[in-house]
């Protein structure tokens, strides 16, 4: 996932993305509503973490205008928004809820309790009920980062991971070179020219020819239905 965390302390910050990170997620980080806005502006993110005490504002501030977005453009007023924050009074809890966050939670949270509810997130917006994906004899599981073809595993480098997860998740969509980027690559990320046709030429030799298909000019996909 693409992950903006708007929070100004940077102890805390760095913390989160360095786990995310570990978890295959190319996260982005901000400490202020402006810069929090400016980031949502220009990119695409798949979940934002929202602190409300941040210095130029109530982060809430920040929440009310991204959903009164039109839809259509950046920012995408659906993007999924998860507030971190040590206001751990009820009346606050509802408050953000009713002003459009999908979740809430009250810091100190432990990291692996956030990522599940990232991943919790991850699947209503993607309309699905399981925590693991099947697509013909593929089992994919997002947690463990793992894959099964026919019940064997099967070894994937994190990047690989990500960008088979980005099409299967899309799918039968067609992803361009660089929306299958934004999954991979955050600000900082280095980022090789032919390094999304490495991942899928690997996938393929892993995984079958005839799973991840090329519209040439355009980009990759995953048909709807896995060939017979």
């Keep these: 996932m693409r992950v903006l965390v708007v929070e100004d302390d940077r102890g805390i910050a760095a913390g989160l993305a360095a786990h995310l990170a570990r978890a ?6 901000t400490g202020s509503i402006a810069e929090g806005w400016r980031a949502l502006v220009g990119e695409p993110y798949d979940v934002v973490l929202l602190d409300l005490g941040l210095p130029d504002g109530d982060g ?8 009164d977005m039109p839809a259509g453009r950046l920012p995408d007023p659906a993007t999924p928004v998860l ?37 919790a997130l991850r699947r209503r917006t993607t309309g699905r009920a399981r925590a693991t994906l099947r697509y013909g ?12 073809r026919a ?5 994937l480098a994190a990047r690989e991971f990500s960008v088979l997860l980005a099409l299967i998740e899309a799918r ?18 280095g980022l090789e020219s032919n390094a999304i046709e490495v991942h899928v030429h690997r996938l393929r030799r892993k995984l079958g020819e005839s799973l991840i298909r090329t519209v040439r000019g355009v980009g990759y996909y995953v048909p709807a239905e896995p060939a017979p």
């Design 24 to 29: 295959g997620h190319a996260v982005d980080c």
């Design 60 to 67: 809430g501030t920040l929440l009310r205008r991204l959903r």
């Design 83 to 119: 507030i971190m924050t040590a206001r751990d009074q009820v009346a606050s809890r509802i408050a953000g809820l009713d002003l459009g966050a999908d979740d809430y939670l009250t810091k100190p949270f432990d990291p692996d309790e956030l990522a599940a509810r990232m991943r």
């Design 137 to 148: 004899e593929l089992e994919i599981d997002p947690a463990a980062r793992t894959v099964l």
């Design 151 to 155: 019940g064997v595993p099967v070894e």
């Design 172 to 189: 039968p969509r067609v992803l361009s070179r660089t929306q299958i980027e934004a999954q991979l690559y955050n600000w900082d990320g």
